[in-house]
């Protein structure tokens, strides 16, 4: 058995550096060459083995489900899915941490990156859409880590994520949803907050001309007047770099009626408040935050732009009038909280 798994191995590695596709024919060829002695029943078993492991997903594929969001492998005998159903762990999905590395590096390729120990980490887009990080050894400890980020196909329609809120929240709701108020989605990972946005960009004015800025592209809609533009990472020179920071600049000349971040994460947070103080009511972004604490993140990462806090929390109240709260409830994820801008 540990022969098979080692010649399971050292095919798969040779496929994967001669680019060659997992067919019967060129593992055959691989294993005569490298002299492994296998009945043909086991050059069968092989065969599949290595197809599984080399196609799709490999070993992650039944996993895969319109209700999962994220895929977390930790090591072989640690394999989360989240969803609606919440964090879950599956067992059996490996046989080993090797067969984890394998995937890692198959799935970098599928994303044109390197993951190997000259790079041992990657953050990249497979070609359907599934958001990727993978770690190997030695920073990821004794196994490889792999994140998969699943992209919601679906748009949950509004009147189920404000199905609990009061009266006065549901009016602050609809402003945003009406192109009447620009707005920030808060929550933590995994609490729907780019499924919000969605919804809301579907629910909405569909006459509007609206700049959708992304680092991926995560919101996938058909709108008449709907403009994606995505960042693009350096490559291997530490050239061509595109930021958020330079996408915000640029649609300013593409006469946005709203300007939407996917998500803020870094400096691009005061050039969103900047660029929307000029008159773009119904812009919005998401921000990894608590409701309550929304203006001091927003002004952290404004200050990586060297601006006073002072600055930055006058220029988030003058710009942004709704703040949302996504989270995870027993009914789903929901709006679990709603502010006025001034109020937060």
């Not at 296998?38 to 039944?62: C, H, K, Q, R």
């Not at 090797?98 to 990249?124: H, N, Q, Y």
């Amino acid at each position: 058995m540990q022969n098979f798994l080692s010649y399971r191995q050292s095919v798969a590695d040779q496929l994967l550096k001669l680019a060659k596709d997992p067919l019967l024919q060129n593992i055959t060829e691989i294993v005569d060459k490298s002299n492994f002695v296998l009945s043909d029943s086991e050059i069968s078993e092989l065969s599949s083995d290595i197809y599984s492991e080399l196609t799709g997903f490999g070993a992650l594929s039944n996993l895969i489900s319109k209700d999962v969001t994220d895929i977390l492998v930790n090591d072989c005998e640690s394999v989360w899915t989240d969803g609606s159903a919440g964090l879950q762990k599956h067992l059996g999905i490996f046989r080993d941490n090797a067969e984890v590395a394998l995937l890692a590096r198959r799935l970098a390729s599928l994303c044109k990156m390197r993951l190997d120990d000259s790079k041992p980490f990657v953050d990249g887009l497979l070609p359907d859409g599934v958001r990727l990080h993978a770690l190997i050894p030695p920073i990821s400890g004794a196994c490889a880590k792999i994140s998969l980020r699943f992209p919601n196909s679906q748009t949950i329609p509004i009147s189920q994520w404000i199905a609990d809120l009061d009266s006065k929240s549901i009016e602050l709701v609809d402003s945003v949803i009406n192109g009447e108020a620009s707005f920030v989605i808060s929550g933590e990972t995994g609490s729907g907050k780019t499924t919000l946005l969605k919804s809301i960009l579907a629910a909405g004015n569909q006459k509007q001309r609206i700049i959708l800025l992304e680092d991926s592209p995560e919101i996938s809609l058909t709108m008449p007047n709907l403009v994606s533009l995505c960042t693009r990472k350096p490559n291997t020179e530490g050239r061509g770099e595109i930021t958020l920071e330079n996408l915000v600049k640029q649609c300013l000349r593409m006469r946005p009626d709203a300007i939407v971040i996917g998500e803020i994460r870094g400096r691009e947070a005061l050039d969103f408040l900047l660029a929307i103080s000029s008159g773009h009511t119904g812009s919005g972004t998401t921000i990894h935050s608590q409701l309550e604490n929304v203006v001091n993140r927003f002004n952290l990462l404004a200050g990586l732009a060297g601006v006073s806090r002072d600055f930055s929390r006058e220029l988030f109240y003058s710009t942004i009038d709704v703040v949302m709260q996504c989270g995870k409830t027993a009914d789903g994820r929901k709006i679990v909280g709603v502010k006025a801008g001034m109020n937060c």
